[in-house]
């Protein structure tokens, strides 16, 4: 009745079409609202059910030297935010697993792209490999308390044990270039970069988010498990050891939920990147 109504007022019928479009629009959004909603609804279900079983069980051990509640750990969370100290711990444990993250990243791509090409190295580095992913990290990091200082020692464990990973990955990757797009380029005489940029990059795109997610996560656990054993100073790791060491049980649960914390939205922050890096790729 409205699209007739404004009809006889004069109003063209293109601008009839372009309000349905707008309104067609309104409504396809909706669902997906409604999804999002949904699924946030859900989250926060289960994060309260959890909460709740702390508490449950906190309640029924009832002695805070050996656990506390949530409400006691979360402010004593928000304590710690609030000094300069927590923030350079914090930053200082970051750089380290970047830094050893960023070197692996390095060392297995390079490894990934050598192996592939030349068959006998592949032979030569994947049972040393095979090797570094089935020893325990509480034995690296013992052998590297021997050979490195404290404070090398995060960088030098996550270098060894996320390296695998990506080296894994970025392999698998190259193995399943189209060969055709290749010898493609070759007729049109592509230059390396685009070979990279056209070919390789969209082929391996799945591969290196495989890589760099799981390959984070591992560092991040590595990084804060090595702090535990060696210590070096002004580390998450080292006031999680400490708070443990001197029953400061509050404090243990407040480092832990912001090691797990950071990991989450580290992990988030490198997706959301990943995923731009993926859009323009395909743009």
Not at 58 to 63: Q, T, W
Request: contains cysteine; hydrophobic residues 55%; aromatic residues 10%.
């Amino acid at each position: 009745m409205k699209i007739f109504t404004s009809l006889d007022k004069g109003e063209k019928p293109a601008n009839v079409h372009k309000r349905k479009h707008v309104g067609q629009d309104i409504k396809d959004s909706d669902p997906r609202k409604r999804n999002r909603l949904k699924r946030m609804g859900i989250y926060i279900g289960i994060a309260a059910f959890w909460l709740f079983v702390w508490e449950v069980f906190f309640l029924y051990v009832g002695r805070e030297v050996l656990i506390v509640s949530p409400a006691r750990a979360a402010s004593r969370l928000l304590e710690l935010a609030g000094t300069t100290l927590f923030w350079r711990v914090v930053a200082s444990t970051c750089l380290r697993v970047l830094e050893g993250f960023g070197l692996a990243i390095l060392a297995g791509s390079i490894l990934a792209v050598i192996t592939s090409r030349f068959a006998l190295l592949e032979i030569l580095f994947r049972p040393l490999l095979g090797v570094i992913r089935a020893t325990p990290v509480a034995s690296i990091i013992i052998l590297a308390l021997v050979w490195l200082a404290t404070n090398r020692i995060p960088v030098f464990v996550i270098l060894l044990m996320v390296t695998p990973i990506v080296w894994t990955n970025i392999y698998a990757g190259l193995e399943v270039v189209d060969m055709q797009l290749l010898e493609m380029g070759k007729v049109f005489r592509f230059s390396r970069w685009k070979k990279i940029r056209y070919i390789y990059l969209p082929a391996l795109m799945p591969y290196i988010v495989a890589a760099l997610t799981t390959g984070l996560g591992a560092a991040w656990k590595t990084a804060i498990g090595a702090e535990v054993i060696a210590r070096p100073a002004g580390t998450m790791g080292t006031h999680v050891y400490n708070s443990r060491i001197y029953l400061l049980t509050a404090d243990l649960f407040a480092w832990t939920i912001a090691v797990i914390l950071l990991s989450v939205l580290l992990e988030k922050l490198m997706v959301k990147l990943l995923g731009i890096l993926s859009r323009r790729l395909a743009g």
